[in-house]
C-alpha cells in the first residue's frame, strides 16, 4: 500500500480534543451514563486487522469492547435495516463522570462496496478502548467528550457487496424492470474468480455486468438486490433536479428513493441524531482521497463555510488529502452531511479515505471486447499484513492520538 495511502487513514482525533470547549457546543438532553466499577487497568480485546469483517464479526467485537470496557463502552441499537439487522452505536466516555459533554460522532459504511468505511471507525472504537489505561491524551480525550461512534448504517451491504463488488445500495427490495417480480436478475459471477466484472469494448464503453439471464428475458442483470443510495435518502435537498448526483431511477446507483428518509437506516440515524445533537460528526467512505464539508448540493458557500473550512483544513494538515467544499467534487442531493450541517446543526465532514485508479485491469473477451475488473480493490486497499502496528496490524488503521503510529 502507497504511504500516502496509510498516512490518509490516520484520524486527527486530537484535533476534536482542541477544537471543542468543556462545555458544549451544540448538545441535547443528557444521556443516562451508567456507573460502574472501571476494569480498563489492565483489560483488552483482542482483534484481527487483517481482513474485512462481516457484519456477524463486526456485531461480535462490539459486543466484546462493551463487556470488557463496562466504565468507558455502552452499546445499543438505534435501528434495524430493511432485512432486520441492528444498527449499532457505541458510545466512548469515562461513564463514571456525570456532567454533560460534548458529543462526536463517526459513522461509517453507507455505501455496500466501501468495506474500508466500516473498518476505519471500528477501529477507532477498538483502539481508544485498548488503550485508555495507558495514553494520556486518549484518557483525556474519554474524560471529556462522549464519542458515537456508528460503524455500519447499512448492514445488509456486507452480504451483498461480497456477492457483487459493485454494489452500493442498501437492500430494500425494488422491481427495477417493473415486470412485476423483484431482484430476479442480478450479476453473477461466471467465471468464478470471486468478483463481477464489466463487458466493454476496447474503446472502454460498456456492454454488460457479467452474468446470466436469470429470468429468461433475453436481458442480462436488469433486476439487481436493493435498492436506495442511502447517501441520497436524506431529507435536505433531495430530489433536487439539479444535481449531478442523486437519480430518480430505481435501477442507478444513487437511487435517491421514493422520499427522502424511506429507508429505515436513514431514519433510524435521523432520530439517533435529533436526540444527541452532536457538536461534529464525520463520515467515512472510500473512491478517493479527500475531506469535504458542505454544501453538497449547490457551489453556494454555507453561513459557517470559514468555520468548516478552518477544521477541514486542519485535518488535511494531518491527513495530508485535499479539503474542499463538497461541491466541488460533483453535486449531490439528499446527502448525509448537508442534513446533518443544515437539520441536525453539526459541523458536519466527509473524509474519503482511499481510491486507487491502477486497481482495475482488462482480460480480452474477443471480437473487440474485454473483461474490466478490480472494482473491489479500487474502493478496498488490498489485505496484507504489515509491521507498522503491533501484532501486524492492517497499517490502514493507524491513529494519530498524539504522535503518529
Known amino acids: 500500500m502507497p504511504s500516502d495511502a496509510v498516512r490518509a487513514y490516520v484520524i486527527p482525533l486530537i484535533l476534536l480534543v482542541a477544537l471543542l470547549p468543556s462545555a458544549a457546543v451544540t448538545s441535547g438532553d443528557p444521556l443516562p451514563l451508567r456507573k460502574g466499577e472501571s476494569k480498563t487497568a489492565d483489560a483488552s480485546v483482542v482483534a484481527s486487522w487483517d481482513h474485512y469483517k462481516d457484519y456477524w464479526e463486526l456485531t461480535d467485537l462490539l459486543q466484546r469492547l462493551n463487556c470488557t470496557f463496562p466504565s468507558l463502552a455502552d452499546l445499543r441499537s438505534i435501528g434495524k435495516s430493511v432485512q432486520g439487522r441492528e444498527l449499532w452505536v457505541i458510545r466512548l466516555t469515562n461513564e463514571n ?19 474500508i468505511s466500516a473498518e476505519v471507525p471500528l477501529y477507532i472504537a477498538w483502539h481508544l478502548l485498548n488503550n485508555y489505561a495507558k495514553n494520556e491524551t486518549i484518557r483525556g480525550l474519554l474524560d471529556s467528550r462522549e464519542l458515537y461512534i456508528i460503524p455500519a448504517v447499512n448492514p445488509d451491504g456486507f452480504a451483498a457487496a461480497t456477492a457483487n463488488n459493485w454494489h452500493r445500495k442498501n ?32 474503446d472502454g464503453s460498456f456492454v454488460r455486468y457479467e452474468g446470466k439471464d436469470d429470468d429468461g428475458d433475453d436481458q442480462y442483470n436488469e433486476d439487481w438486490p436493493g435498492g436506495v443510495d442511502l447517501n441520497r435518502n436524506y431529507a435536505y435537498g433531495w430530489g433536487d433536479p439539479d444535481v449531478v448526483s442523486g437519480s430518480t431511477n430505481p435501477f442507478n446507483e444513487d437511487y435517491i428513493g421514493a422520499s427522502s428518509f424511506s429507508e429505515p437506516e436513514t431514519r433510524s440515524l435521523r432520530d439517533f441524531v435529533l436526540q444527541t445533537k452532536p457538536a461534529i460528526a464525520i463520515s ?3 473512491g478517493t482521497s479527500l475531506i469535504l464539508y458542505p454544501w453538497g448540493y449547490t457551489f453556494r458557500s454555507a453561513p459557517h463555510r470559514e468555520i468548516l473550512r478552518w477544521i477541514a483544513e486542519r485535518m488535511r494538515d494531518s491527513l495530508r488529502y485535499p479539503a474542499r467544499q463538497s461541491s466541488n467534487l460533483y453535486t449531490t442531493s439528499g446527502s448525509w452531511d448537508d442534513w446533518m450541517y443544515a437539520e441536525g446543526g ?32 479500487f474502493f478496498n486497499p488490498r489485505r496484507r499484513r504489515s509491521r507498522s502496528l503491533p501484532g501486524g496490524s492492517f497499517p490502514a488503521f493507524s491513529l494519530w492520538v498524539g504522535t503518529r503510529s
Open 284 to 286: 467515512y467512505h472510500s
Open 346 to 377: 453539526t459541523l458536519s465532514f466527509t473524509i474519503e479515505v482511499y481510491g486507487d485508479d491502477s486497481s482495475f485491469r482488462t482480460v480480452p473477451a474477443g471480437e473487440g471486447l474485454v473483461w474490466l475488473g478490480g472494482i473491489g480493490a
Open 97 to 115: 463522570l456525570t456532567w454533560t459533554r460534548p458529543r462526536v460522532l463517526f459513522v461509517g459504511y453507507h455505501h455496500a462496496r466501501e468495506f
Open 171 to 202: 437492500l430494500q427490495p425494488i422491481d427495477d424492470d417493473d415486470d412485476g417480480r423483484i431482484d430476479e436478475d442480478p450479476p453473477d459471477d461466471e467465471n468464478g474468480n470471486g468478483e463481477i466484472e464489466i463487458l466493454a469494448r476496447e
